[in-house]
C-alpha cells in the first residue's frame, strides 16, 4: 500500500503492526489526509489474512487528538455533523474487526494518547501502555469547548464505568499509567522498549482465546462503584450529583462539559446509537460557540509561545545548571522546588539565617514529595531530586552559578544591595534575576556592573502550581539573557510571556484600576459580597476583594503608592482604604481582612471591615454596572500596555490574564474580549464612564484608533 501517515506490516503468523506516523508534523494528530488514509488502512485490515491487529506509533506519542486548526473550516452545524461523522464510522469498523470478526486488536500506547486518540485505543479490545512519565491518557476536549466527537462519550464510560469517565470528560484531566490501569483504561503498563513486543504477544495469545475481547482486571473498590452503576437510581443521583459539582465549578459559564453530561447519560439510558448521535449533534453545536473559539485562541497562543525564544534574534541561551534562589520563604521556596523537580538543576538556596534555610529546604521537600505521590516516584528518585538542593546563610558556593534569582522583600535599596553582592561572588556569565511584582527592572540593574545581564522574573504564587511566568527586560537586557530566562521558564514547566520593563510591567499594573474600581464601589456603597459575587458570575475565580486579601491588603497598599507615583492620579484609589492598614488588616495572612479568617479557613465577609472603613449602610448597585466598570477597567489598562510597548503582541497579553490573573478562559484573554466586544462599542461605553467619573476611564488611544478603523487586535 503506498501510505503516508501510517506504517503497515502484516506478519507471517497474521498479526497486522500499525504504527500512524503522520508525515507533516512532529506529532500524530487526525489531519484529513491522516484520517483518509486511516479509512484505507481498514480496508486491508478487514481482509481474511489478517487474524489480529497492533495498533501503535512510529513517533515519540500515540495520538494527541484532532488537529485543532481544522475546526475553523466547520462553519455550520452540518458541515461539523458530517466531518465527525465519518470518523464515527472508522472507529466503529475498527471495533467491528474484534467484535464480529473475531480479530484482537490490541492498542501499545506510549506518550500522549488523547482526545481522538484515546478514542481511537477505546475502540481496541486491549490497550497496553508504556510506564514512562510522559505517557498519559486523556479527554480534553472540554478545554477547547467542546466534547469527545469520535465516541469517547460512550465507549469510555463502558470500559472504566460512569465515574471515571465523568470524571476524566468533564474535568479534561488526563490520567497517568498507575491511574489508568486502576481503573481499568489499560491492561498493563510496560516498558517502552518492550511495548510493542508485548502489545504482539497478547494479540497472538488472543487469536486463540474464545473472546478476543479481553476482560481487563480492575481493582475490587472499583469493581464495586461498577455494580452500584447498574442501579438504575444510583446512576440518576450519580449524573444529578456531576452535574450540580459541575455548574458549582463553572458557573454556567462553559457549555461543553453539562453537554458531555447529557451524551453520556443518553448513552448509558437509550443504548450506544442514540448516545453517539448525541454526541455527534453536541459536538456539531459546540464547535461554533463562542466559548469553544476563545478558549481555541488561548490553545493557539499557547502552542505558539511554546516555540517563541522571547527575542527576535537568533541569540542562543546560556546552558542551566546551577540555580541560586535568594530567599526561601514561599516564593523562593516555590522557585526552587520547581527549579529541581521539572527543571532538573542544582539549586542552593541562600537566606539569612538557618532557620530560613531550614524553611525553604522544607517547602521543597514538601513540593517534591507532593508530586513523587502524583507521579508514582520511588523513594530513590525522591531522594535523587532532593539532594539536587542545598541550602546557605552566607555566599559559599556560588561560584559555578548560572542563574540567579532573588525573591527578598519588595525593597528597591535591598534588592540593588543584593544584585552587587552577587556579582562579586557568581561567574560574569551569570545572570541574575529579579523576582519582583511591582519594581522596574530598569532601576534594580542601576546597581549592576552587568546590566545586560539583568532580567525580571516574576512568578506568580504558589509559584508549583500557577503557570505563568512574566519575564521583563530593560533596554540594557542582552537577548542571550532573555532567551537563558525563557527557555529556563519553559524548562520549570511554566508557559512565558516577554514584556518589556515599566512599574508593574504587565500583569500586575492591569490590576490596579481593576482593585481601584472594586474600592471605588465599595465607598459608594456595594458590599464586599456584591462586587465579588459579580466578577465570579462573570468568570473570575475570586472576586477582587478576596484576591485583596489574598494577596495581603499590606502589600496591595505598598503596590497603590508606587503606582500612584508612577502613573498620578488616574491611579489614585479612594482615601478610605488606609482605614484598613490602621485597624491592621493584611488579609489571609493575620486573619483579618475583607474576610473572617479561623485557622487559616475562610468563614464569610468580616462585616465589621465596613467601621474600619468608615463607611456606612450598604445599598444595592446593579450587578450589570459593576461588571462592567471593573472589567472595562481592566481592558482599557490592558490595552495601555499594549499602547506604551509593555506588551509585545495581544497574543502575550490574553495569556497574562488568563494564566497569571485568572481571567476567564471562556472569553479568550482581554484582547479577544475587546475583538469580540468591538473596539468601538468599548470606547463608547469607556466614554460614558469617563463623564461620570472622570479620566480613570479614558480610552487608550489604541482603542480609539482601533474603533476608527475597524481592526481587531487577535
Given at each position: ?375 508514582r516516584m520511588s523513594e530513590f528518585e525522591v531522594d535523587q531530586v532532593l539532594h539536587r538542593v542545598t541550602g546557605t546563610t552566607g555566599w559559599n558556593g556560588f561560584g559555578n552559578t548560572d542563574l540567579v534569582i532573588e525573591a527578598v522583600f519588595e525593597d528597591l535599596d535591598l534588592k540593588q544591595s543584593i544584585v552587587k553582592q ?284 482601533h474603533a476608527e478603523s475597524g481592526s481587531t487586535f487577535r
Amino acid at each position: 500500500m503506498d501510505l503516508k501517515n501510517h506504517k503497515l506490516t502484516i506478519r507471517e503468523d497474521g498479526v497486522a503492526v500499525l504504527l500512524m506516523d503522520r508525515v507533516d508534523t512532529p506529532m500524530n494528530t487526525l489531519g484529513e489526509d491522516f484520517v483518509r488514509e486511516l479509512d484505507t488502512v481498514v480496508d486491508r485490515l478487514e481482509e481474511d489474512d489478517v487474524k489480529a491487529v497492533v495498533i501503535g506509533s512510529a513517533k515519540k506519542d500515540f495520538l494527541a487528538g484532532a488537529d485543532i486548526t481544522m475546526f475553523d473550516d466547520l462553519d455550520t452545524v452540518d458541515a461539523a455533523v458530517d466531518a465527525v461523522s465519518a470518523l464515527h464510522d472508522i472507529y466503529n469498523r475498527i471495533e467491528s474487526l474484534h467484535r464480529h470478526q473475531k480479530k484482537p486488536v490490541i492498542a501499545a500506547i506510549d506518550g500522549a494518547c488523547l482526545g481522538g486518540g484515546l478514542e481511537l485505543a477505546l475502540t481496541a479490545s486491549m490497550r497496553i501502555c508504556s510506564n514512562r512519565d510522559g505517557t498519559q491518557l486523556g479527554q480534553p476536549e472540554v478545554q477547547l469547548g467542546v466534547i469527545p466527537g469520535a465516541g469517547g462519550t460512550q465507549r469510555l464510560p463502558r470500559i472504566v464505568g460512569i465515574q471515571s469517565a465523568l470524571e476524566m470528560i468533564v474535568t479534561g484531566r488526563p490520567v497517568r499509567p498507575y491511574k489508568a490501569k486502576k481503573i481499568g483504561l489499560v491492561s498493563g503498563a510496560v516498558p517502552p522498549e518492550v511495548l510493542l513486543d508485548v502489545a504482539v504477544e497478547c494479540a497472538l495469545e488472543a487469536i486463540d482465546s474464545e473472546d478476543p475481547d479481553v476482560v481487563i482486571a480492575i481493582n475490587p473498590k472499583h469493581l464495586r462503584t461498577l455494580a452500584l452503576e447498574k442501579n438504575p437510581v444510583g446512576r440518576k443521583i450519580l449524573f444529578k450529583k456531576a452535574t450540580e459539582a459541575m455548574l458549582k465549578e463553572t458557573k454556567g459559564h462553559y457549555p461543553a462539559p453539562k453537554r458531555a453530561i447529557d451524551a453520556i447519560q443518553i448513552g448509558v439510558d437509550h443504548g450506544f446509537d442514540a448516545g453517539s448521535a448525541a454526541e455527534i449533534r453536541f459536538f456539531a453545536e459546540l464547535v461554533l460557540t463562542p466559548e469553544s473559539k476563545a478558549l481555541r485562541s488561548i490553545f493557539f497562543a499557547q502552542q505558539a509561545l511554546k516555540h517563541d525564544s522571547g527575542v527576535d534574534s537568533d541569540a542562543a541561551p546560556i546552558d542551566v545548571d546551577n540555580v541560586a534562589v535568594l530567599g526561601g520563604g514561599l516564593m523562593g521556596g516555590g522557585i526552587a522546588a520547581v527549579s529541581t523537580s521539572k527543571a532538573g538543576a542544582n539549586v542552593r538556596i541562600k537566606e539569612i539565617d538557618d532557620d530560613g534555610v531550614a524553611r525553604g529546604l522544607a517547602y521543597v521537600d514538601r513540593v517534591v514529595r507532593r508530586r513523587a505521590k502524583r507521579a508514582r516516584m520511588s523513594e530513590f528518585e525522591v531522594d535523587q531530586v532532593l539532594h539536587r538542593v542545598t541550602g546557605t546563610t552566607g555566599w559559599n558556593g556560588f561560584g559555578n552559578t548560572d542563574l540567579v534569582i532573588e525573591a527578598v522583600f519588595e525593597d528597591l535599596d535591598l534588592k540593588q544591595s543584593i544584585v552587587k553582592q552577587v556579582e562579586e561572588v557568581v561567574p560574569e556569565s551569570a545572570v541574575f534575576a529579579s523576582n519582583t511584582s511591582t519594581l522596574p527592572i530598569t532601576d534594580i540593574a542601576k546597581a549592576s556592573a552587568r546590566p545586560d545581564k539583568v532580567v525580571g522574573m516574576h512568578y506568580f504564587s504558589p509559584v508549583e502550581k500557577m503557570p505563568l511566568l512574566e519575564v521583563i527586560t530593560t533596554d540594557k537586557t542582552s537577548d542571550e539573557t532573555t532567551a537563558t530566562a525563557v527557555k529556563f521558564g519553559k524548562r520549570q514547566g511554566k508557559t512565558v510571556i516577554v514584556v518589556n520593563d515599566g512599574t508593574g510591567f504587565y500583569t500586575s499594573r492591569v490590576l490596579g484600576p481593576y482593585s481601584n474600581e472594586a474600592a471605588f464601589l465599595l465607598e459608594e456603597g456595594a458590599s464586599v459580597e456584591a462586587i465579588d459575587g459579580a466578577m465570579t458570575d462573570w468568570g473570575f475565580p475570586v472576586g477582587p476583594l478576596l484576591l485583596a486579601d489574598e494577596v495581603g491588603i499590606d502589600v496591595g497598599a505598598h503596590i497603590s503608592e508606587i503606582f500612584l507615583e508612577a502613573f498620578g492620579e488616574r491611579m489614585r484609589g479612594p482615601e478610605m482604604m488606609s482605614g484598613l492598614i490602621a485597624d491592621d488588616r493584611k488579609g489571609r495572612k493575620n486573619g483579618k481582612g475583607f474576610y473572617v479568617y479561623e485557622d487559616g479557613d475562610r468563614k464569610g465577609v468580616d462585616q465589621t471591615v465596613y467601621q474600619a472603613l468608615g463607611l456606612g449602610d450598604r445599598k444595592e448597585i446593579d450587578r450589570t454596572e459593576i461588571q462592567e466598570r471593573l472589567s472595562l477597567a481592566f481592558l482599557n489598562e490592558a490595552a495601555l500596555c499594549l499602547e506604551e510597548g509593555i506588551l509585545r503582541s495581544a497574543r502575550d497579553g490574553d495569556i497574562g490574564a488568563v494564566f497569571g490573573l485568572g481571567y476567564p478562559p471562556f472569553r479568550g484573554g482581554p484582547f479577544w474580549t475587546i475583538d469580540q466586544m468591538g473596539a468601538a462599542n468599548v470606547v463608547e461605553r469607556l466614554r460614558a464612564l469617563e463623564e461620570r467619573f472622570g479620566n480613570r476611564f479614558t480610552p487608550a488611544q489604541i482603542l480609539i484608533d482601533h474603533a476608527e478603523s475597524g481592526s481587531t487586535f487577535r
